[in-house]
Antibody, heavy 118, light 107 residues
Framework: EVQLVESGGGLVQPGGSLRLSCAAS????????MSWVRQAPGKGLEWVAN????????YYIDSVKGRFTISRDNAKNSLSLQMNSLRAEDTAVYYC???????????WGQGALVTVSS | ENVLTQSPGTLSLSPGERATLSCRAS???????LAWYQQKPGQAPRLLIY???SRATGIPDRFSGSGSGTDFTLTISRLEPEDFAVYHC????????FGPGTKVDIK
């Protein structure tokens, strides 16, 4: 059974940093691109970033470029999102999701809440 | 950027009725790579449809997707109580933008 479990969410002040992790199991992690998708309170879904199978390619939404870094450790079946210079508008539930070949998301984690507030 | 618009914002229907949800793109969606997700409060989204019309594994056949180019539709033939939720469309492939969602609530 495919499982994705996020951790590391919490309350952080504007300008602060936070690191999210996603533990993957039940599939060959190193064979799949992985993404982070977020959802601000009461709002729609927003794709944030994704990373190639071997970590050699990474893509980001414009609003997080230069502030967020996606990474992975295939030996530990783990995905991470380092978030720096956080803003109030980054407040959201962050989901890790497995990218299928055609780019849709068939498996999602339960989400980690990140609140940026003073 | 290809912007997705969903209508209506809210759809109020009764169990047993047919639901028709629209997703319109500002530019043609490459290869008709359009997905639909269902999301209930406090839960992660659940994939229903990908490639505009292919049902995901385990999705009941009362859910169907259609459309091409810039206009896509999700149809729920007969609403079951568990179908009342928010539905999101997404263009998949290299671009992964989502629409704002349509809430289907009980009339």
């Amino acid at each position: 059974e495919v499982q994705l479990v996020e951790s590391g969410g919490g309350l952080v002040q504007p300008g602060g940093s936070l690191r999210l992790s996603c533990a993957a199991s039940g599939f060959t992690f190193s064979s799949y691109w992985m993404s982070w998708v977020r959802q601000a309170p009461g709002k729609g879904l927003e794709w944030v970033a994704n990373i190639k199978t071997d970590g050699s390619a990474k893509y980001y939404i414009d609003s997080v470029k230069g502030r967020f870094t996606i990474s992975r450790d295939n030996a530990k079946n783990s995905l991470s999102l380092q978030m720096n210079s956080l803003r109030a508008e980054d407040t959201a539930v962050y989901y890790c999701a497995r990218d299928e070949i055609a780019g849709y998301f068939n498996y999602w984690g339960q989400g980690a809440l990140v609140t940026v507030s003073s | 950027e290809n912007v997705l618009t969903q209508s209506p914002g809210t759809l109020s229907l009764s169990p047993g009725e047919r639901a028709t949800l629209s997703c319109r793109a500002s530019q043609s969606v490459s290869r008709n790579y359009l997905a639909w997700y269902q999301q209930k409060p406090g839960q992660a989204p659940r994939l229903l449809i990908y490639g505009a019309s292919s049902r995901a594994t385990g999705i009941p056949d009362r859910f169907s997707g259609s459309g091409s180019g810039t206009d896509f539709t999700l149809t729920i033939s007969r609403l079951e109580p568990e179908d009342f939720a928010v539905y999101h469309c997404q263009q998949h492939g290299t671009s992964k933008t989502f629409g704002p969602g349509t809430k289907v609530d009980i009339k």
